[in-house]
T-cell receptor, first 110, second 112 residues
Framework: QKEVEQDPGPLSVPEGAIVSLNCTYSNSAFQYFMWYRQYSRKGPELLMYTYSSGNKEDGRFTAQVDKSSKYISLFIRDSQPSDSATYLCASPGGSYIPTFGRGTSLIVHP | DVKVTQSSRYLVKRTGEKVFLECVQDMDHENMFWYRQDPGLGLRLIYFSYDVKMKEKGDIPEGYSVSREKKERFSLILESASTNQTSMYLC???????????FGPGTRLLVL
């Protein structure tokens, strides 16, 4: 079992929808979580990170961590076609090296 | 802003050629990483370095080597390219532990 799991999708939604992207993790040592966005044929770019349980908001994006259930979510409000990308969650788990999920592909159609 | 650059966006090489991929970061980060990314397999760590001249094997080091002679530069070397090394190669850097990684734009390598 991978330490960070994501449904690969694709998740297809209409423009303007609220999107929920999810990860589960198995390692209780994970304290710090990151979301990356990767457009096709480009490198991943850091979208958000959070140290703790609860919510962190940045514009249309909200990251949520539930440590009791080992569940990480990224919500996108008012989704746009430009949000179409693969979203990767990750956690360093106390080492130099993050553990990445395999990513969820999101398609926002006009 | 952190900037990580990679020497090429696209490369086409022949089987058996020696291939050099270069990565440069401008934020004085201690840690640098090389990944490959293949459909359905996600990011797989090839090698990483936590200091100049230091290197550690990742999950899939076979067929690859690395060099870090300067803090800002981390090179990936394919000693004798093979078709199964056709992939997207991504360089990343970070500082300290539990710090976010910053990625370069990637190099798409095709080995014929």
């Amino acid at each position: 079992q991978k330490e960070v799991e994501q449904d690969p999708g694709p998740l297809s939604v209409p423009e303007g929808a609220i999107v929920s992207l999810n990860c589960t993790y198995s390692n209780s040592a994970f304290q710090y979580f990151m979301w990356y966005r990767q457009y096709s044929r480009k490198g991943p770019e850091l979208l958000m990170y959070t140290y703790s349980s609860g919510n962190k908001e940045d514009g249309r994006f909200t990251a949520q961590v539930d440590k009791s259930s080992k569940y990480i979510s990224l919500f996108i409000r008012d989704s746009q076609p430009s949000d179409s990308a693969t979203y990767l969650c990750a956690s360093p788990g106390g080492s130099y090296i993050p553990t990445f999920g395999r990513g969820t592909s999101l398609i926002v159609h006009p | 802003d952190v900037k990580v650059t990679q020497s090429s966006r696209y490369l086409v090489k022949r089987t058996g050629e020696k291939v050099f991929l270069e990565c440069v970061q401008d934020m004085d980060h201690e840690n640098m990483f090389w990944y490959r990314q293949d459909p359905g397999l996600g990011l797989r760590l090839i090698y990483f370095s936590y200091d100049v001249k230091m290197k550690e094997k990742g999950d899939i080091p076979e067929g690859y080597s690395v060099s870090r002679e300067k803090k800002e530069r981390f090179s990936l070397i394919l000693e004798s390219a093979s078709t199964n090394q056709t992939s997207m190669y991504l360089c990343a850097s970070s500082t300290g532990q539990q710090e976010t990684q910053y990625f370069g734009p990637g190099t798409r390598l095709l080995v014929l």
